[in-house]
C-alpha cells in the first residue's frame, strides 16, 4: 500500500482540522456524503449486525406521603 503524500494536511489546532473536515465534507453532494456513511458504517460492523444493547430495567417504587 503507498500513501499519497499529496492529500495529507498538516494543522496547527484541531479547530483549524475541524474547519477543514467541516468544508470538505460540505463540497460534497449529499449522494456521496451518505455513500461515505455507509462505507464507515460498513467497515464498525462488518458482519452487518451492530453492537449489542444494553437491557433496560424499569424499577417503580411507591412514594410515601409526607
Known sequence: MKIDRT??????????AD?????ERWSMSPKARLELLENLRRYKYPNGKSAPRLQ???ISTKRTSS
Open 7 to 16: 492529500q495529507i494536511s498538516s494543522f496547527t489546532s484541531f479547530e483549524d
Open 19 to 23: 474547519d477543514a473536515d467541516r468544508s
Open 56 to 58: 433496560r430495567v424499569f
